[in-house]
């Protein structure tokens, strides 16, 4: 049945779901690495598509851009409509000197500074943590592909521009912080409530300090390979 934000019927929906945060990325992935994609919602052209890969169904959803936006759109798709995981693939900014322009980083968890998992959690701190199996899955094909990642812990802010950018930094990284994005402990926060498993995959797009980052097209690139990172380390039958 519809819900308030996705216009879809049950059984639109693959048990898989790939969330970047742009809609029209969302349009692009499936296009370019589905099988037969249809169509499955517009509603404020938050695009999703469902459609084969490797003869598996599987789903691609734009997010919209920070907690509220992903934690409406998955606790809807794995509430109401048999969605059992969800693999974000997006952007982040680098806290780690380590990281570099195009890195691939893997949440193993995502500590926060917004209130949605204490919301959740009776006031307590909740660790929020990527699902086991998606993870040992991701790094088992990232290390058959010889694909370098960076796992461990990401920073979801509720702020891009943060007006104590370069104090938050230092002390981000000062607790072993890798990247800096705005979803994934919203998404792990809601697949814990709901019993379901979730995923970051993270190209650094940004080093915030070096004022560098990816232009568009470079973007682009690097979403086509976190989607096959993602792609390749569904297990055969999925479901
Ligand atoms: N901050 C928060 N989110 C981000 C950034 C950043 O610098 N870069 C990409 N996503």
Known sequence: ?????????????????????????????????????????????????????????VSVMGSGMGIPSISIYAEELFTQFGVERIIRIGSCGAVSPDLQLRDLVIGMGASTDSAVNRARFGGHDFAALASPSLLENVMQTAREQNTPVHIGNLFSTDLFYHPKNETLL???????????????????????ACGKQALTICTVSDLIRQGERLSAEEREQGFDAMIQLALQSLPPQAS
Do not use: K, W
């Open 170 to 192: 230092t002390m981000l990284q000062s607790m072993g912080i890798l990247a800096i994005e705005m979803e994934a402990a919203g998404l792990y926060g809601c697949a814990a």
């Open 1 to 57: 049945m519809p819900t308030p934000h996705i216009s879809a019927n049950p059984g639109d929906f693959a048990p898989t779901v790939l969330m970047p945060g742009d809609p029209l990325r969302a349009r692009h992935l499936a296009h370019t690495f589905l099988d037969s994609p249809r169509q499955v919602n517009a509603v404020r052209h938050m695009l999703a598509y469902t459609g084969t890969h490797a003869g598996q169904p």
